[in-house]
Nanobody
Framework: QVQLVESGGGLVQAGGSLRLSCAAS????????MGWFRQAPGKEREFVAR????????SYADSVKGRFTISRDNAKNTVYLQMNSLKPEDTATYYC?????????WGQGTQVTVSS
């Protein structure tokens, strides 16, 4: 059974940085895509970034491109989201997700709050 555990959220001032972690367990993820999504109050969940576990290719939402970086540590089975130049509109619950064709597995989420 796949388990995804996020950590690293918190309160930060605008312009600051945070690094989110997603510890993955329960199987081999070599053929998986790992993604980060976020959901702000009253809004739909939206895609932030993804990385292919094998090969490491990445893609980003336009709203975070150039500010966020997704990466993975194979030895630790962990995916990271480095978030720089944070803006108040980045405030949301951030979720880690994993899947092969669709995102079938989700973490519990970690809250990120950016104050102005």
């Amino acid at each position: 059974q796949v388990q995804l555990v996020e950590s690293g959220g918190g309160l930060v001032q605008a312009g600051g940085s945070l690094r989110l972690s997603c510890a993955a367990s329960g199987r081999t993820f070599s053929n998986y895509v790992m993604g980060w999504f976020r959901q702000a109050p009253g809004k739909e969940r939206e895609f932030v970034a993804r990385i292919r576990w094998s090969g490491g290719s990445t893609s980003y939402a336009d709203s975070v491109k150039g500010r966020f970086t997704i990466s993975r540590d194979n030895a630790k089975n962990t995916v990271y989201l480095q978030m720089n130049s944070l803006k108040p509109e980045d405030t949301a619950t951030y979720y880690c997700a994993a899947g092969i064709v669709t995102y079938d597995n989700w973490g519990q989420g970690t809250q990120v709050t950016v104050s102005s």
